[in-house]
Nanobody
């Protein structure tokens, strides 16, 4: 199983980023997929979740209305569209699914 995140970077407050997670080594379309994040000195927290066919999603209250999780099962990829970014969104973002974790991608929101 391999999960590879991309799309992180430095963005100003109010800006947008789209994270991608490319999956391989398992039947992607059968699994719920998650995005977590971990800020310095804080525990890893669940940010968003999407069921295997994309019919149901969950968002942490802190990102609801600003972030959107979606997936393309034909491309074995899950995405996290992040809009109206705030400084408190700064963290390493991790893709999770099939009991596996990606290596993480850094998102820094700063002016």
């Amino acid at each position: 199983v391999q999960l590879v995140e991309s799309g992180g970077g430095l963005v100003q407050p109010g800006g947008s980023l789209r994270l991608s997670c490319a999956a391989s080594g398992f039947t992607f379309s059968r699994y719920t997929m998650n995005w977590y994040r971990q800020a310095p000195g804080k525990e890893r927290e669940l940010v968003a979740q999407i069921t295997n066919a994309g019919g149901s999603t969950y968002y942490a209250n802190s990102v609801k209305g600003r972030f959107t999780i979606f997936r393309d099962n034909a491309k074995n990829t899950v995405y996290l569209q992040m809009n109206s970014l705030k400084t408190e969104d700064t963290a390493v973002y991790y893709c999770n699914g099939a009991e596996s974790w990606g290596q993480g991608t850094q998102v820094t929101v700063s002016s």
